[in-house]
């Protein structure tokens, strides 16, 4: 009787102790709980028997837990310390542990653990009870989907906008690790804990989450601890705002950017867009190219910068500086041919002619938006153009030309008829003034007949001819001329050179006119050099060089354009026929030539034998 006695005393001063007692096997599992320790924890006492005394305790005071434990069981002393340990509803409590063991015949049976609220604890309780408050009116108040989950991921508190964005009730995930995470996303929710609880800082980041019923959405996620009075994180606050849509918008932007990039370097046209403050955001492959600058290495630079930037593309920046200037100024479409040396663009060579325009954008209040370029290579449009005025001009001096040869050559044919008639009865004294009157007359003929080439088509009689006899023909019949002005014509043949299929006196009458010309520039005398040579496979050259007084750069584009002329009583017409025959035997003329140095005309001509 007195043992029953003893275990119900036991078993009333355990149970209405109102300290916080537990006991636990040498296995460190919960056996008996009293009241106040169910009171502590807020669990129920058949919840907490059987459980591991150690999975209450937070991840950073499990070690020593486990050393207190450890002692207590194997040397039967008595320990103490202070630990946090989890509530069933996630708060951490700061508890003062005390470990004393309990021995059964002799032998340590358990141990007893007292838990005792610290100060820590107390203190902690009412930071908590302020911060709950007022969390709990932002998270009531916000559109976002908020919750609170613990350390190790279970939410303790959801909004209502959580459910309306999600689908879960608050009674179906409180107590659960958070349900929206997927499945192939599960390795990256403690990694994000993880960064939470070590930076102590706020972490934004978007990530893929499910809703109830399964479907996918993007959410912008903000992640921030809940610290309590000593600093450590109690909690998380994560909040998720759905930008699903959002998403979707920025990706059909991207899709149409990238169909609008597309298209515009598929354009032959260089095309550029600035800012309102004159900085490149964007430019075609076209002018990339053409302007040789890298990509990316533009952007954010505004014309000055970029001359300063790239010195050899400087005039061009500044050019183009200035035309966006007269665009904000005139606030309208603005159009100008610009005229840029390839040298201004990184090369060297030909000039070329761009056709550009001017598109300022500009907000509704008036201030600038942005503006837009493009350039177009109208190098050949022009050449084109100047090939037709040319054309015309060749109609007209073919209208004209005509008319004065028809003119001429009736009065010709009566006074040849005359001179014929005057020839039997004009002494031997005075047929030397008839046969000068005939030679004016046949050169005048000769006149007439070179309008009429000009005029319409002539037959042409096309054979192979070796290009030293017809240039050897050229200079025999030149030698007079070349003599009175003190010039020596060199004519010199490469081994071997094709024949070329020609008509002979047409390439007679173009050589004459280029040699003619050659001696009449050269003033003082000197030296001609005819120089012919098998230029390439399909080609043959002729290259006459004269040491005459040159032609400026400035008209050289102009040669063999009707009535165009250096001489002072020149028609221009010589150098056109030139320009006609070569063309009419599928050849190119080219000339080059530098003030008081001399010029160099190369008549190139194609050649379909093989090389003697």
Request: charged share 25%.
């Amino acid at each position: 009787m007195a043992n029953i006695d003893n275990q119900s005393l036991y078993r009333s001063l355990f149970d209405h102790n109102p300290e916080a007692l537990l006991a636990l096997n040498l296995d460190g599992v919960l056996v008996e709980i009293n009241s106040a320790a169910v009171h502590l924890l807020g669990y129920e006492a058949d919840e907490l028997r059987g459980m591991e005394m150690n999975s209450l305790m937070t991840s950073e005071c499990r070690a020593e837990y486990r050393q207190l434990f450890a002692d207590v069981a194997a040397d039967g002393v008595h320990r103490k310390c202070v630990l946090v340990m989890m509530h069933r509803e996630g708060r951490r409590l700061a508890l003062q542990l005390s470990g004393f063991p309990f021995f059964t015949d002799g032998m340590i049976a358990g141990i007893y653990i007292q838990l005792r609220e610290s100060a820590a604890s107390e203190q902690l309780s009412d930071d908590l009870q302020l911060t709950r408050g007022q969390l709990s009116f932002y998270i009531d108040n916000v559109e976002e989907a908020c919750l609170v989950l613990d350390t190790n991921l279970h939410v303790l508190r959801m909004n209502r906008a959580f459910e309306n964005i999600f689908g879960w009730r608050e009674e179906e995930i409180i107590g659960f690790q958070i349900p929206t995470i997927p499945e192939h996303r599960k390795s990256e929710k403690e990694a994000i804990r993880d960064r939470v609880l070590a930076s102590r800082q706020v972490i934004s980041y978007e990530a893929e989450r499910l809703r109830k019923d399964g479907s996918p959405i993007i959410v912008s996620n903000y992640a921030s601890p809940l610290l309590d009075s000593k600093g450590n994180a109690a909690a998380i606050v994560l909040i998720s705002k759905d930008i699903t849509e959002r998403r979707r918008m920025i990706e059909a932007l991207q899709e149409s950017e990238n169909r609008l990039r597309i298209v515009i370097n598929a354009m032959p046209d260089l095309v550029y867009f600035k800012d309102g403050e004159g900085r490149w955001i964007e430019a075609n492959q076209i002018a990339l190219a053409t302007i040789q600058l890298d990509k990316d290495s533009y952007k954010g630079f505004t014309d000055l910068e970029l001359a300063e930037k790239c010195p050899h593309l400087r005039d061009a920046f500044l050019l183009s500086a200035q035309g966006d200037e007269v665009a904000w100024a005139r606030r309208t479409v603005v159009r100008a041919e610009r005229l840029i040396t390839n040298h201004q663009l990184g090369e060297s060579g030909e000039e070329k002619i761009y056709d550009i325009v001017k598109v300022p954008l500009f907000h509704e209040d008036g201030r600038r938006h942005g503006l837009l370029t493009i350039g177009r290579d109208i190098t050949e449009l022009k050449r084109t153009e100047e090939l037709l005025r040319t054309s015309d001009k060749l109609a007209v001096v073919g209208q004209l030309a005509a008319g004065i040869a028809h003119e001429i050559r009736n009065p010709l044919t009566t006074i040849k008829g005359f001179i014929s008639l005057l020839n039997s009865q004009t002494t031997e004294k005075n047929n030397w003034y008839l046969d000068v009157m005939r030679g004016e007359i046949e050169q005048m003929e000769w006149i007439t007949s070179q309008f009429m080439s000009v005029a319409k088509p002539q037959s042409m009689s096309y054979k192979l001819h070796r290009m030293e006899l017809v240039l050897a023909q050229v200079a025999s019949l030149l030698y007079p001329l070349a003599l009175m002005n003190n010039v020596q014509i060199h004519l010199e043949t490469e081994a071997d050179v094709p024949d070329v299929e020609c008509d002979e006196n047409q390439l007679i009458q173009l050589f004459i006119n280029v040699v003619k010309n050659a001696i009449e520039a050269m003033s003082a005398g000197g030296q001609i050099e005819i120089i012919i040579t098998q230029r390439d496979e399909r080609h043959v050259s002729i290259r006459v060089t004269d040491h005459g007084c040159g032609i400026p750069a400035d008209r050289i584009a102009r040669l063999g354009e009707p009535f165009y002329s250096m001489k002072e009583k020149g028609t221009g017409l010589g150098l056109m026929i030139c320009y006609k025959i070569v063309k009419e035997h599928g050849g190119k003329i080219s000339i080059e030539s530098e003030l008081g140095l001399g010029t160099t005309v190369d008549v190139v001509l194609p050649f379909k034998g093989r090389a003697r």
